[in-house]
């Protein structure tokens, strides 16, 4: 306990949190003499100057922190993309692994696959509405596709890199095909499925948001989602609400993808220490 | 005794193992990739044989077609035409008896040092304690007990090439067939590892056939020699090492045999790396007689006129 403690503590005072915590001090620093300002040396600032100050934005934060609708649109939000993440972890993965391992399969999956690769996931917005009987398994949908392809392909890459030699060598020593799967192509594929996980995850927040915004976030009142929380406030004026969306999203992106990295960090502890 | 490795251990471990299996021919083998005018010959008419019980070193020009020949052995690759056979037996595919320990490391990286060794147990539904013990055996034979928990990246070099002879050896192949193995290691561990290698075979005198560029190597490690063409590859020569087992590096330098297979094998391979050359290469040659005058001198100061 008290090890760990002192590795915290070693951590927090490493120079790269140091420089880091800098890093945030100075643009929060210049965000709000800006939009204070207005107008530096007599020109007027074309951006900042419209934004809500850092000292407003908390104000206002810290008024929403006790606002059930708030954390209904964390909860929601967070609930989409973990739906589309999970079935695109659970469909994606196998199918990748298919297209490695069978040239047949893959011969006749994937012309389809690159057809429907390259169209953007926003752009199945409204036929996902058309196709799904409700609101929230088309956001969920759509959020499933931002991330399905991006893990789809790492996997079949993964696959088809692995060196030729630990065939070989696994043949030799007499194992089965499905032994070599087991024991070979999955683990060397592992790396493959953290990276495509940890990059899929960052597009599903992308999606999840857009869909949000553009389906109304499932219409009725309080929480429709972060990105319908963004838009709501947009549409209600107030300014400081769209800045403590946008910055949850940034706070639920990153904790997503810390998580990931430690899940990941964990299978593969070949490639952690040195 | 449904556990071949364990029912010779004993064998294995007791000086020389009365090991009947192994010998392997190759008779008439050609191996060339592509077909009709885009074809490439890197084999060609090849016939030699891997005694029992003998480590046989194959020696050439690096890139005359060595590792295809591997590939043959292994069972990887077929041949275009003739025949190779371990004990009589046509080899179809790959399989036990022959293990391959290859030029870079292809060793698990995401398994630890003990995981790979048991990889072959493993694969064939024998994990149990005789097979794991064997496995201990082997961790503290190549001297990486206290390394069983390490995954590869975190061994070095050498280390490694032990822990991928240690995974080779629990299969208890009848042959081990080893490509440039010690290949990019420094000039001291190669050295640590011949000495280290040769102190194996010489324990089991298990069949084994090693693959390599390097003349000393070559010369230290062998029973018998074979020297290779360029490409298309066959077989340039064959001799005999009469050097003393026990190997070790101190006696081998004056040992006035093993000058001498020295410099008949580099005049051939000399003869040979020219032919790669279109113009013929000077430094080559002025290297190969600036050798053989120097080991000449020796040769003749120590024999009694």
Same mark, same amino acid.
């Given at each position: 306990?008290?090890? &760990?403690?002192?590795?915290?503590?070693?951590?927090?005072?490493?120079?790269?949190?140091?420089?880091? @915590?800098?890093?945030?001090?100075? %643009?929060?620093?210049?965000?709000?003499?800006?939009?204070?300002?207005?107008?530096?040396?007599?020109?007027?600032?074309?951006?900042?100057?419209?934004?809500?100050?850092?000292?407003?934005?908390?104000?206002?934060?810290?008024?929403?922190?006790?606002?059930?609708?708030?954390?209904? &649109?964390?909860?929601?939000?967070?609930?989409?993309?973990?739906?589309?993440?999970?079935?695109? @972890?659970?469909? *994606?993965?196998?199918?990748?692994?298919? @297209?490695?391992?069978?040239?047949?399969?893959?011969?006749? &999956? %994937?012309?389809?696959?690159?057809?429907?690769?390259? $169209?953007?996931?926003?752009?199945? +917005?409204?036929?996902?509405?058309?196709?799904?009987?409700?609101?929230?398994?088309?956001?969920?949908?759509?959020?499933?596709? *931002?991330?399905?392809?991006?893990?789809?392909?790492?996997? +079949?890459?993964?696959?088809?890199?692995?060196? *030729?030699?630990?065939?070989?060598?696994?043949?030799?020593?007499?194992?089965?095909?499905?032994?070599?799967?087991?024991?070979?192509?999955?683990?060397?594929?592992?790396?493959? $499925?953290?990276?495509?996980?940890?990059?899929?995850?960052?597009?599903?927040?992308?999606?999840? +948001?857009?869909?949000?915004? $553009?389906?109304?976030?499932?219409?009725?009142?309080?929480?429709?989602?972060?990105?319908?929380?963004?838009?709501?406030?947009?549409?209600?004026?107030?300014?400081?609400? $769209?800045? +403590?969306?946008?910055?949850?999203?940034?706070?639920?992106? %990153?904790?997503?993808?810390?998580?990931?990295?430690?899940?990941?960090?964990?299978?593969?502890?070949?490639?952690?220490?040195? | 005794?449904?556990?071949?490795? =364990?029912?010779?251990?004993?064998?294995?471990?007791?000086?020389?193992?009365?090991?009947?299996?192994?010998?392997?021919?190759?008779?008439?083998?050609?191996?060339?990739?592509?077909?009709?005018?885009?074809?490439?010959?890197?084999?060609?008419?090849?016939?030699?044989?891997?005694?029992?019980?003998?480590?046989?070193?194959?020696?050439?020009?690096?890139?005359?077609?060595?590792?295809?020949?591997?590939?043959?052995?292994?069972?990887?690759?077929?041949?275009?035409?003739?025949?190779?056979?371990?004990?009589?037996?046509?080899?179809?595919?790959?399989?036990?008896?022959?293990?391959? /320990?290859?030029?870079?490391?292809?060793?698990?990286?995401?398994?630890?040092?003990?995981?790979?060794?048991?990889?072959?147990?493993?694969?064939?539904?024998?994990?149990?304690?005789?097979?794991?013990?064997?496995?201990?055996?082997?961790?503290?034979?190549?001297?990486?007990? =206290?390394?069983?928990?390490?995954?590869?990246?975190?061994?070095?070099?050498?280390?490694?090439?032990? =822990?991928?002879?240690?995974?080779?050896?629990?299969?208890?192949?009848?042959?081990?067939?080893?490509?440039?193995?010690?290949?990019?290691?420094?000039?001291?561990?190669?050295?640590?590892?011949?000495?280290?290698?040769?102190?194996?075979?010489?324990?089991? !005198?298990?069949?084994?056939?090693?693959?390599?560029?390097? #003349?000393?190597?070559?010369?230290?490690?062998?029973?018998?020699? #074979?020297?290779?063409?360029?490409?298309?590859?066959? /077989?340039?020569?064959?001799?005999?090492?009469?050097?003393?087992?026990?190997?070790?590096?101190?006696?081998?330098?004056?040992?006035? !045999?093993?000058?001498?297979?020295?410099?008949?094998?580099?005049?051939?391979? !000399?003869?040979?790396?020219?032919?790669?050359?279109?113009?013929?290469?000077?430094?080559?040659?002025?290297?190969?007689?600036?050798?053989?005058?120097?080991?000449?001198?020796?040769?003749?100061?120590?024999?009694?006129?």
């Amino acid at each position: 306990m008290t090890k &760990s403690l002192t590795r915290l503590r070693k951590k927090l005072l490493s120079r790269a949190s140091l420089r880091a @915590m800098i890093s945030l001090a100075v %643009f929060v620093l210049l965000w709000e003499l800006g939009s204070r300002s207005k107008q530096w040396l007599g020109v007027s600032l074309p951006w900042i100057g419209q934004v809500p100050a850092p000292s407003g934005v908390l104000r206002v934060w810290t008024g929403l922190l006790t606002d059930a609708g708030y954390w209904q &649109s964390w909860y929601l939000s967070l609930l989409r993309v973990l739906a589309g993440f999970i079935a695109a @972890m659970v469909i *994606g993965i196998p199918l990748g692994l298919l @297209m490695a391992v069978s040239k047949t399969f893959y011969g006749l &999956s %994937f012309p389809s696959f690159e057809i429907l690769r390259p $169209i953007p996931p926003l752009a199945w +917005v409204p036929i996902s509405i058309i196709f799904w009987p409700t609101q929230e398994l088309s956001i969920a949908f759509v959020t499933f596709l *931002g991330a399905f392809f991006t893990v789809v392909i790492n996997v +079949v890459g993964g696959a088809k890199s692995i060196d *030729g030699r630990f065939f070989q060598a696994a043949q030799a020593m007499g194992a089965s095909q499905w032994d070599i799967f087991r024991r070979v192509v999955l683990p060397a594929t592992l790396p493959s $499925i953290v990276v495509g996980s940890s990059v899929g995850m960052g597009i599903t927040w992308n999606v999840v +948001v857009a869909a949000e915004m $553009i389906s109304g976030g499932g219409g009725s009142g309080s929480g429709g989602g972060l990105g319908f929380f963004i838009w709501n406030s947009y549409v209600g004026g107030s300014y400081e609400q $769209i800045v +403590v969306g946008m910055i949850s999203i940034g706070i639920a992106g %990153f904790g997503c993808s810390e998580v990931l990295r430690a899940l990941g960090g964990l299978s593969t502890p070949w490639l952690q220490k040195r | 005794m449904s556990n071949p490795i =364990a029912s010779d251990r004993p064998a294995g471990t007791n000086g020389k193992a009365p090991t009947t299996a192994g010998e392997i021919r190759v008779e008439g083998v050609s191996k060339a990739y592509g077909s009709g005018l885009f074809s490439k010959t890197v084999i060609n008419d090849c016939s030699f044989a891997i005694p029992r019980n003998k480590l046989t070193v194959m020696i050439g020009p690096s890139g005359c077609g060595k590792s295809t020949l591997i590939r043959l052995l292994a069972g990887f690759e077929k041949p275009t035409s003739g025949s190779i056979t371990i004990d009589g037996k046509p080899i179809t595919g790959p399989g036990k008896d022959r293990l391959v /320990v290859f030029q870079e490391s292809a060793l698990f990286p995401w398994m630890t040092t003990f995981d790979n060794i048991m990889y072959g147990p493993r694969a064939r539904g024998e994990d149990n304690p005789q097979s794991r013990a064997q496995a201990e055996f082997l961790l503290e034979k190549v001297g990486l007990k =206290a390394f069983r928990k390490k995954y590869p990246p975190q061994l070095s070099g050498g280390m490694q090439r032990r =822990a991928e002879l240690a995974r080779a050896m629990i299969n208890n192949p009848d042959v081990m067939i080893l490509d440039e193995p010690f290949r990019g290691l420094d000039a001291m561990s190669k050295e640590l590892m011949w000495e280290y290698y040769a102190g194996l075979f010489e324990e089991s !005198h298990r069949t084994n056939f090693f693959v390599t560029t390097d #003349i000393d190597e070559a010369i230290f490690l062998a029973d018998r020699l #074979i020297v290779m063409t360029n490409t298309p590859t066959k /077989v340039r020569a064959v001799i005999d090492v009469d050097i003393p087992r026990p190997r070790r590096l101190v006696n081998i330098f004056d040992n006035d !045999h093993a000058n001498e297979v020295k410099m008949r094998a580099l005049s051939l391979l !000399h003869e040979e790396a020219m032919k790669s050359f279109s113009g013929g290469s000077r430094a080559a040659a002025d290297f190969v007689e600036a050798y053989s005058r120097r080991t000449g001198d020796r040769a003749n100061g120590a024999k009694p006129a």
